[in-house]
């Protein structure tokens, strides 16, 4: 069948993925939390105006999405404009569904930079400091956690060794797990490396830190996500696990595209269990990254570079990424050609049959979201987002990946 690109209407609005990604002082030995304070106020969601405007990036989807090179939704604004909004194929080839603008998908690991921001917000309110010690919150607390604060967590610092890492991931990736026995499973292993010496993408972390959202707040992590972030920004198909009419995830197999139902997202319930859409993510990325949802103070914080001064350059070449706290940056456009410098701050998403990209690029305030229900098409999100920002820019069109060192 041949996929059929679904116009943007006029509506309001299989691992983890790790990142492509310290600025602040930090993790301070026992800081108290600030004084009490409140919270910035969530503005409300704006209507979308779309102007359908990226012309080049139109005719590459349509020939991707003919070629089946490309099934999802790809969204790009710039300011208070929606340049260019639509989706490509089916979500649910054997239900015979395709893609809506309002079809949810998988986050997978871009469901960090909400946990990281649950934190945040919780500092700007004076319920706790990223300085905190973590077993001021996780309760019991093995003593080699002694040294790790909570913005260890959140910043991939830890020293607790990966899920992936850990004897048993076959089994533990399919067995359900509550939150309380995940935490428990993190405290039976050695750390890795002292905390705050080094850096390993660790989903373990996100979910220790829904755990302390949860000991800090007294409310069940998703919960509260939905009260604090979503209802407010009228995200009303974001959510846990499965919201309705959430697309499936599809993998390439020899056997051909093959589905991916069993996507068992209680083991990261911090760490990439969110499902979103297209819209709700774009008032997610303007109430974040323009202002309302975090402090200046809690923002600046989000988007440091909380690594060691020793970290390497990337193994594929060219500076490091910048390593915040759920987010990541750096000039993305370096690993296209032709490149590109602009900075870009984002994550990344694989799990279940799902490949996602979104950024943002702070000069222009460009807001590009590419969501894939295939999670082989990892090269293809890389690209489309790259050739959106850059005609978003008025930056020379990418053609290709750029060859890897």
Not at 83 to 102: C, K, S, W
Not at 146 to 170: F, K, N
Not at 347 to 371: D, K, Y
């Amino acid at each position: 069948m041949k996929p059929t690109p679904i116009l943007a209407g006029l509506a309001v609005l299989v691992l983890l993925g790790g990142g492509i990604w310290g600025g602040l002082s930090g993790f301070g030995a026992g800081a108290a939390a600030p004084e009490a304070e409140q919270g910035p106020t969530l503005p409300p969601r704006p209507p979308v105006t779309v102007v359908q405007s990226l012309p080049r990036l139109q005719a590459t989807l349509e020939d991707m999405a003919e070629r089946g090179r490309f099934t999802g939704g790809v969204l790009v604004a710039r300011g208070d404009e929606v340049l260019f909004r639509q989706v490509y194929g089916m979500a649910d080839r054997e239900a015979g569904r395709a893609f809506t603008l309002d079809t949810p998908f998988r986050l997978a690991s871009v469901s960090k930079m909400f946990t990281a921001a649950a934190l945040l917000r919780l500092q700007d309110e004076g319920v706790l400091s990223v300085d905190d010690p973590v077993c001021r919150w996780i309760k019991p607390c093995p003593e080699a956690w002694a040294d790790i604060r909570v913005g260890h967590l959140i910043s991939h610092q830890s020293g607790i060794p990966d899920l992936m890492q850990r004897p048993g991931w076959g089994i533990r990736r399919t067995t359900p797990a509550t939150l309380d026995e995940l935490t428990f499973d993190s405290s039976q292993y050695r750390l890795e490396f002292e905390p705050g010496t080094d850096l390993r993408y660790n989903n373990a972390g996100f979910n220790l830190a829904a755990a302390v959202v949860e000991s800090a707040t007294g409310q069940d992590f998703h919960s509260w996500l939905s009260q604090t972030f979503f209802q407010p920004l009228g995200m009303t198909r974001t959510g846990y696990d499965v919201v309705p009419d959430l697309a499936m995830g599809y993998a390439d197999f020899p056997a051909g595209i093959t589905p991916q139902p069993e996507a068992n997202v209680s083991i990261i319930p911090g760490a990439g269990a969110l499902s979103s859409t297209l819209d709700d993510l774009l008032a997610w990325e303007w109430a974040l990254h323009r202002g309302g949802l975090l402090s200046e103070r809690s923002y600046a914080a989000m988007i440091a570079d909380h690594a060691p001064l020793d970290t390497p350059d990337e193994r594929r070449g060219g500076p490091r990424r910048l390593w915040g706290y759920g987010l990541f940056s750096r000039s993305l456009g370096h690993q296209v050609e032709p490149a590109f410098e602009d900075r870009q701050i984002y994550h990344t998403g694989s799990w279940s049959g799902f490949r996602n990209m979104v950024l943002w690029q702070p000069g222009a305030e460009i807001v590009v979201i590419v969501l894939s229900n295939n999670y082989h098409r990892r090269e293809e999100v890389f690209l489309i987002s790259q050739q959106a920002m850059a005609e978003a820019l008025g930056r020379p069109y990418p053609e290709r990946m750029a060859p890897r060192d």
